[in-house]
C-alpha cells in the first residue's frame, strides 16, 4: 500500500507564498512520477504541475506558469510545490498523486495513487 501525505497548507494573503510537501511511504518513491492537482469547490479537479521520476523534466498549467515551482527529494521520499504570488483564485484543496511509469502526466487519470489533499486558501 502506497501512501502520500500532504503538508503545507493554510491560510495567505494575496502576493503571499506557501510550500505544499507531499511525503510518500514507499522507498521506491524514486520510480514514481508525481503530480500536483487542484480542486475548488464546485469544479473539477484539475492540473497544477508534473515532475517526472529524475526531477529533470517538468511540467506546469499555463496558469501557474512563472508562480509556482515542482521539486522533488528522492532521499526524503517527498515532493514539493512551492507556490509565489498567489491570488484569490488559487484557493483550492491541493492533492499530490503518484505514477508508477515514473513520468509526470497532465492527465489526472495516469496516476495511481492520490494523497487525501490540503486546503490552502488565499484571501484578497
Known amino acids: 500500500q502506497v501512501q502520500l501525505v500532504e503538508s503545507g497548507g493554510g491560510w495567505v494573503q494575496a502576493g503571499g507564498s506557501v510550500r505544499l510537501s507531499c511525503t510518500v511511504s514507499?522507498?521506491?518513491?524514486?520510480?514514481?512520477?508525481m503530480g500536483w492537482f487542484r480542486q475548488a469547490p464546485g469544479k473539477e479537479r484539475e492540473f497544477v504541475a508534473a515532475?517526472?521520476?529524475?526531477?529533470?523534466?517538468?511540467d506546469y498549467a499555463d496558469f501557474v506558469k512563472g508562480r509556482f515551482t515542482i521539486s522533488r527529494d528522492n532521499a526524503k521520499n517527498t515532493v514539493y510545490l512551492q507556490m509565489n504570488s498567489l491570488n484569490p483564485e488559487d484557493t483550492a484543496v491541493y492533492y499530490c498523486?503518484?505514477?508508477?511509469?515514473?513520468?509526470?502526466?497532465?492527465?489526472?487519470?495516469?496516476?495511481?495513487?492520490w494523497g487525501q489533499g490540503t486546503q490552502v486558501t488565499v484571501s484578497s
Open positions: 514507499r522507498r521506491t518513491f524514486r520510480l514514481y512520477g
Open positions: 515532475i517526472d521520476w529524475s526531477g529533470r523534466n517538468t
Open positions: 498523486a503518484a505514477g508508477g511509469d515514473g513520468l509526470g502526466y497532465r492527465d489526472k487519470h495516469a496516476y495511481d495513487y
